[in-house]
């Protein structure tokens, strides 16, 4: 089994940055794929931000929704099975809980969110 657990998320300005953080506990295997997805009130979740794995320590391809791309960076640390996102220049429609993804072995896991709210 997989467990993940998010931190970070919180209250921030419009313009400001936040990080999240996702560790990953359990049966990890390196070939996997780990990321970020988002839902807002009354809207359906969509993926954020994802990054493969690979056998470095930080590798993987990342990709991006267009709506964060040149604002949101996702990174990993293969070592410690953790992603983070990295999230400036925030929007109002930013605002949604996010949650924490891995997928491998054609298994899907998730965290249990963390609430960022981008207001002034």
């Known amino acids: 089994q997989v467990q993940l657990v998010e931190s970070g998320g919180g209250l921030v300005q419009p313009g400001g940055s936040l990080g999240l953080s996702c560790a990953a506990s359990g049966n990890i295997f390196i070939l996997n794929t780990m990321g970020w997805y988002r839902q807002a009130p009354g809207k359906q979740r969509e993926l954020v931000a994802a990054?493969?794995?690979?056998?470095?320590?930080?590798?993987?391809?990342?990709k991006y929704a267009d709506s964060v791309k040149g604002r949101f960076t996702i990174s990993r640390d293969n070592r410690k099975n953790m992603v983070f996102l990295q999230m400036n220049s925030l929007k109002l429609e930013d605002t949604a809980v996010y949650y924490c993804h891995l997928h491998q072995v054609q298994q899907d896991y998730w965290g249990q969110g963390t609430q960022v709210t981008v207001s002034s």
């Open positions: 990054i493969t794995g690979d056998t470095t320590t930080t590798g993987g391809i990342p």
